[in-house]
Structure formats: structure tokens, C-alpha cells
């Protein structure tokens, strides 16, 4: 069993950064691949990027390339989104999540329904 809260969403003018924070709690967090998506008002939940369970392989939504940094740190239990040069479109409540793989294959790091653990969210909202 994992529990999962997220961190640091707020209010910010487009242009400007946040860093989401997402500390897990129960037993063996290192081995779980680790992800984030996000979920605008009307709109299905999407993938923003994935971490493997040693930080080693990442992964992302083209949309977030060069703009967010996905990292973890196993001795804090604690996966990161560093989100830069953000844009409204980015307003969006953020979900961290935790799923256990045989394989870190694309679609399985980017579908809502391979992640066995989630958060309750943390709002983004990105003013212009």
C-alpha cells in the first residue's frame, strides 16, 4: 500500500515556474515507477512524465518537453515536477501516481489505468 500527496500547486502568471512535490508513504517506494498527469475542468486526465524506480529512465508529453523536469529522490520517498515557461493551458489539477511494471514500455508509463496508486491532486492554475 502506498499514499500519495501532492505539493505545491498554486496561483502563477504564465511565463513563471512551480515545483510540484509528491511524498509517498508505505513500504517499498523505490521500486514503484512513479508519474504525473494532470486533469483540466471538462477533459480527461492526461500524461504529463514518468520516472523510473531508480530516476534513470524519463518520460514525457511532447507538450512538456524542455519545459517540465520529473525527478525523484528514493532516500526522501519523494518524486518532483519542476515546471517552467508555464503557459495557461497548463491550468490543470496535477495527480501524482504509482504503479509497479514488469517493463517501463511507453504505453504502459503514459495509461491512467497501469498506475495502481494515486493522489488527490494539487491545483495549477496559470494566469495570462
Given at each position: 500500500?502506498?499514499?500519495?500527496?501532492?505539493?505545491?500547486?498554486?496561483?502563477?502568471?504564465?511565463?513563471?515556474?512551480?515545483?510540484?512535490?509528491?511524498?509517498?508513504?508505505?513500504?517499498?517506494?523505490?521500486?514503484?515507477?512513479?508519474?504525473?498527469?494532470?486533469?483540466?475542468p471538462g477533459k480527461e486526465r492526461d500524461f504529463v512524465a514518468a520516472i523510473?524506480?531508480?530516476?534513470?529512465?524519463?518520460?514525457?508529453?511532447?507538450?512538456?518537453?524542455?519545459?517540465?523536469?520529473?525527478?525523484?529522490?528514493?532516500?526522501?520517498?519523494?518524486?518532483?515536477?519542476?515546471?517552467?515557461?508555464?503557459?495557461?493551458?497548463?491550468?490543470?489539477?496535477?495527480?501524482?501516481?504509482?504503479?509497479?511494471?514488469?517493463?517501463?514500455?511507453?504505453?504502459?508509463?503514459?495509461?491512467?489505468?497501469?498506475?495502481?496508486?494515486?493522489?488527490?491532486?494539487?491545483?495549477?492554475?496559470?494566469?495570462?
Amino acid at each position: 500500500q502506498v499514499q500519495l500527496v501532492e505539493s505545491g500547486g498554486g496561483l502563477v502568471q504564465a511565463g513563471g515556474s512551480l515545483r510540484l512535490s509528491c511524498a509517498a508513504s508505505g513500504r517499498s517506494f523505490s521500486t514503484y515507477t512513479m508519474g504525473w498527469f494532470r486533469q483540466a475542468p471538462g477533459k480527461e486526465r492526461d500524461f504529463v512524465a514518468a520516472i523510473s524506480w531508480s530516476g534513470g529512465r524519463t518520460y514525457y508529453a511532447d507538450s512538456m518537453k524542455g519545459r517540465f523536469t520529473i525527478s525523484r529522490d528514493n532516500a526522501k520517498n519523494t518524486v518532483y515536477l519542476q515546471m517552467n515557461s508555464l503557459k495557461p493551458e497548463d491550468t490543470a489539477i496535477y495527480y501524482c501516481a504509482a504503479g509497479l511494471f514488469l517493463e517501463n514500455t511507453i504505453v504502459t508509463v503514459t495509461t491512467t489505468s497501469s498506475y495502481f496508486y494515486w493522489g488527490q491532486g494539487t491545483q495549477v492554475t496559470v494566469s495570462s
